[in-house]
């Protein structure tokens, strides 16, 4: 089911916690995924990237299809986007307080499918954002990721070279 939640990450605090004040973003949603459960770092935006984006998207387009667009403009753009658009957008349907609305705002169904590529090079294929948690949950690159973090928690400092082979075990 769409509506089910995995883990903390869905949880309602977490995703109010990391929204913008004017409203929900996957864009940040994304980046943060990529970050703290893949262990990938996505480069900041340039200070002009909103100037960058496409204006104006056509009309008709759903929720996502619009942001798709305004984020397909160039290199530039699309180079970082990549990384994380898709599992953002599986996000969309959760408003900053971590409800699930039944549609987009244009009033079209959302699109909840994509995937996303492991700096390893596997693709993780999924259908909504519970279908992430359930891929998350058994990919090799997330269990190292979360090793990594419970390991700089516990040390309260970040992993030097000989702690690496610690965390992989």
Not at 24 to 29: A, G
Not at 47 to 70: H, I, V
Not at 100 to 114: K, Y
Not at 134 to 145: L, S
Request: net charge negative; with cysteine.
């Amino acid at each position: 089911q769409q509506t089910s939640r995995r883990g903390v990450m869905m949880h309602p605090y977490f995703i109010s916690a990391i929204t913008a004040e004017a409203g929900f973003s996957p864009f940040q949603i994304g980046v943060r995924l990529k970050e703290s459960i893949l262990c990938e770092r996505v480069p900041t935006p340039p200070p002009d990237a909103e100037s960058l984006a496409n204006q104006d998207p056509p009309a008709g387009l759903s929720f996502t299809g619009a942001l798709r667009y305004r984020t397909d403009a160039g290199p530039s753009c699309l180079g970082c986007h990549a990384l994380f658009n898709e599992v953002g957008f599986s996000h969309a349907p959760f408003d900053p307080h971590g409800r699930w609305i039944q549609n987009d705002p244009t009033g079209q169904p959302w699109e909840l499918a994509g995937s996303v590529a492991t700096f390893g090079g596997e693709v993780i294929s999924f259908n909504s954002a519970a279908d992430i948690y359930d891929q998350f949950a058994v990919d090799p690159q997330v269990r190292g990721c979360f090793a990594q973090a419970a390991m700089e928690w516990a040390l309260g400092r970040a992993l030097v070279t000989r702690d690496i082979s610690l965390a992989r075990r």
